[in-house]
């Protein structure tokens, strides 16, 4: 019998449903269901509402087992390192992580479907800090869609997302691999699955012959064969021409600006800069 069968005949996949799921990390005993079954009668309640009311599990419990089947990431506990400023994570019903869908649907539509271009320079006249948060809410975004995402910190003069996923400020990683120094793997995002991090590691006196050496192509073409999605976090364009370098092997660029705030002129000054190096720009993401 298949699956629509089943749900036309009322049954279910018992192992899919909250109350086993619960047995089975050790959250519930057997003799729970039953209490819980009684007080969903008694009181009209869904399963993990009844559980709740008789105190038999916490709210995180539940949470879990939400997330688990509806494919969706659990808001991290208040023990985790993330910085809350991760709205994608943190306030996933607030407008900002709303706007980040938005985002990510254009992105998906347009630039990654329906034939794929895995990386993505994310771009900005000044702000580091609010171009990395950017990015890392970006990359977050993709990986709750269950695409393997890596999130490459190519600011390799003043890096942010190091503070942003509680990674130790002098790791090793991007400047370190492409100087030769360390073969270093991405590091995985224990709270969001499928997404990877590479730091922009150790602050190197020379960035922009890093990033235009034949290393950093080697390893941004072997990341596209190896990820669904790639976005390169870069240093603001108002000081020096990395993110050119980035944005034109990527061959594609998202602008993030700030309005109100950002000078139109600026902004002006780097969409031209970049068509001028055949870069397309997909479009632009604006902070408030």
């Excluded at 879990?64 to 509806?70: D, K, R, T, V, W």
């Excluded at 479907?113 to 771009?123: D, E, K, T």
């Excluded at 068509?275 to 397309?280: A, E, H, I, K, S």
Aim: glycine share 6%; charged share 15%.
């Amino acid at each position: 019998m298949n699956d629509l069968a089943k749900t036309l005949n009322g049954e279910s996949d018992n192992a899919q449903r909250i109350g086993p799921m619960l047995v089975a990390r050790g959250k519930l005993s057997p003799k729970d269901l039953s209490a819980i079954s009684q007080a969903q009668t008694q009181f009209g309640l869904r399963f993990g509402d009844a559980a709740l009311k008789l105190g038999l599990v916490k709210q995180t419990d539940v949470e879990a087992i939400l997330a688990e089947q509806f494919a969706y990431t659990q808001r991290p506990a208040s023990t985790s390192k993330l910085n809350p400023r991760l709205s994608a994570l943190f306030q996933p019903d607030s407008p900002q992580a709303e706007a980040l869908r938005s985002l990510r649907s254009e992105l998906q539509m347009r630039y990654f479907q329906p034939n794929p271009q895995r990386s993505l320079a994310l771009v900005a006249s000044d702000n580091a800090e609010e171009l990395a948060l950017t990015s890392a809410n970006l990359g977050i975004s993709f990986a709750q869609l269950g695409f393997r995402t890596l999130l490459i910190d190519a600011n390799l003069r003043n890096s942010n997302l190091n503070s942003l996923f509680g990674v130790h400020p002098y790791a090793p990683g991007l400047a370190d691999r492409l100087a030769g120094r360390q073969t270093l793997a991405p590091i995985p995002i224990a709270e969001v699955p499928s997404l990877w991090l590479m730091p922009a590691g150790t602050r190197a006196p020379n960035p922009q012959e890093l990033i235009a050496g034949a290393h950093y192509r080697e390893y941004i073409n072997q990341s596209q064969q190896l990820f669904d999605v790639v976005l390169i976090n870069t240093a603001p364009m108002d000081a020096n021409h990395d993110a050119q370098l980035v944005a034109a092997l990527s061959g594609a660029a998202l602008l993030v600006t700030h309005i109100h705030q950002t000078p139109t002129r600026a902004l002006a000054s780097i969409c031209q800069r970049l068509r001028d190096l055949g870069v397309r720009l997909v479009g632009s993401a604006l902070y408030r």
